[in-house]
């Protein structure tokens, strides 16, 4: 019974024909994520997390099932689901003003732009300074910021990240982490990130689900209550805590187990 | 960054590096190295050298008496028909004809070639449908529809230009689609999520991300134009750059036909810089890796 407030994934299968071959890449997926809630999809390579993020997005269509959010089925992409991409996708002919305003722009969104939106999430993304710049004059981690400024500006309900911070050195990544936090408790959105690090899901996610693979399977559901029992915004008492430690080495079985099954 | 490539090109390479422990050792870097980039003073000094070498050569051989003078003129020779031509010939009006002739055939070739590039590039039906069509079309050699251009229009401006774009459109129109193709898939897919239906998509992502590579294209095929123009004003024509050449011909002024290459040569070179400052200056976001 999909609830009818946040994303609803329900019986969903995606088979993808390639060379004249049937390859399954998820089967049967069912999962709820409550509005206001981060959920983090966590897993092997290879075991279709990318995919099941797109067909939440609509850029892919399941082969079974039904995907609502908010009620509504989800069957193309729109402005209610905002994406941020591994690779940083800011517009090159765009200074980061401008990618920011992109989304408020193409959707005639006057009200917005006359209230300072753009303005508001360029601050948010600390990039203030920066925001006449181009994005060749950027690092990474910057670009990254400008993608999620331009998507949030947009006023998704749903924020889906397919990795977003992969190719960031670890410190740009924690930095990353704590700004996306802070900005979504703010902004109470709801977020679908994809990450193959398990102390990012465990940091990030109020919810966990770990897939497995071939075909991708939902395999466990794992929730981070403890987290509100800690101090925010210390990932030392996080990495420290004895619930981190135990779901750390939980998930860590649970991935060895993976890799045997492949080998 | 620049500043630190130029001080290794300068460094004087030839010099044996002799490691003493007195003075601090200084990097030295060679004369030829891969991946260098050279200030822009230096880049010109070294094209000027081209050139300069080039006129000396064909000044010394001209008056080598390997070839009688008449047959074989040398650059000051060549110059001076050209001046004589602009000054006393109304040489001028030539040249202004075949520019128009140029620029007209390429402004239609554009507005043929632009929308049909943009939407082969975009949407693979399109493209199934056009690109076996203008593909093949390609490699029929526009002069062979010269003797039915010069039936159907006669020998005035309109075959010439009709030729012209023939030359030129085809090929415009592939490599455009090209070009738009070229589009990462994952900028569309931003713009989808971010609400983009498929009409603002076409404009501002496909359109304005191709953008820069139209121009380059552009270049690039006007310089082809310029060789249809040649043939075009050589078979049947009395006025443009190529026929005051046929009229030289006749008299044997190599000199005036030299000088006739001499000037397509320059407004060629004019031509191609003009596109490369459009493209400077449109497309500063490109950063420093294009020039
Ligand atoms: N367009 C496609 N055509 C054919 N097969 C595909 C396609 N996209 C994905 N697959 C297959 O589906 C499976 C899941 O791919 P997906 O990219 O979703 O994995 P992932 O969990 O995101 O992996 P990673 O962590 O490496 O990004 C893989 O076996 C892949 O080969
Ligand atoms: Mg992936």
Known sequence: MPSSNGLSISNVGKTFRSGGRDIQALENISLELPAGKVGVLLGPSGCGKSTLLRMVAGLENPSE????????????????????????TSFPWLSVKDNVAYGLRINSDRS????????????????EKFADAYPHQLSGGMRQRVAIARTLANYPELLLMDEPFGALDPETRWQMQDLLLGIVRKERTSV????????????????????SRHP???????????????????REAFLQSEEYRRLELHIRRLMQDEGRDAA | MTAKLSDRATGQALEPVVPTSATPKKRRGYWFDFNQSLPV???????????????????ITAQMDLAP?????????????????????????????????????????VLIALPLGLLMGSFARVDGVLNPLLGAWRYLPAPAFIPLLLMWLGTGNSQKITLL??????????????????????????????GGGRRIILWTVLFRHSLPGYVDTCRQMLAVSWTYLVIAEIVAATDGIGAMMMR??????????????VTIGVLGLLFDVLFRLIYRKCFPYLGRSHS
């Open chain 1, 65 to 88: 099932g039904t995907i609502t959010l908010n009620g509504r089925a989800v069957d193309q992409p729109g402005r209610d689901r905002g994406m941020v991409f591994q690779d940083y």
């Open chain 1, 112 to 127: 917005a732009l006359n209230e300072g939106t753009v303005e508001h999430f360029i601050r948010a993304v600390g990039l």
């Open chain 1, 192 to 211: 679908m990130v994809v990450s193959h690090d398990i102390e990012e899901a465990l940091y990030l996610g109020d919810v966990v689900f770990f897939l």
């Open chain 1, 216 to 234: 991708g399977r939902l395999k466990e559901v794992i929730h981070t209550d403890f987290k509100s029992a800690l101090p925010p915004n210390d």
């Open chain 2, 41 to 59: 003073n230096q880049r010109l000094i070294l094209g000027a050298v081209g050139w300069v070498a080039f006129f000396l050569l064909w000044q």
């Open chain 2, 69 to 109: 003078d008449r047959l074989y003129p040398g650059p000051v020779a060549v110059f001076d028909s050209l001046k004589t031509l602009f000054l006393e010939q109304n040489f001028l009006s030539d040249v202004i004809s075949s520019i128009t002739r140029i620029v007209a055939s390429f402004v239609i070739a």
């Open chain 2, 165 to 194: 774009l023939m030359g030129v459109v085809f090929f415009l129109v592939i490599m455009l689609a090209d070009v738009t193709r070229q589009t990462p898939k994952v900028l569309i897919e931003t713009a989808k999520t971010l």
């Open chain 2, 248 to 261: 030289a011909k006749r008299f044997v002024h190599v000199d005036d036909i030299m000088a006739g290459i």
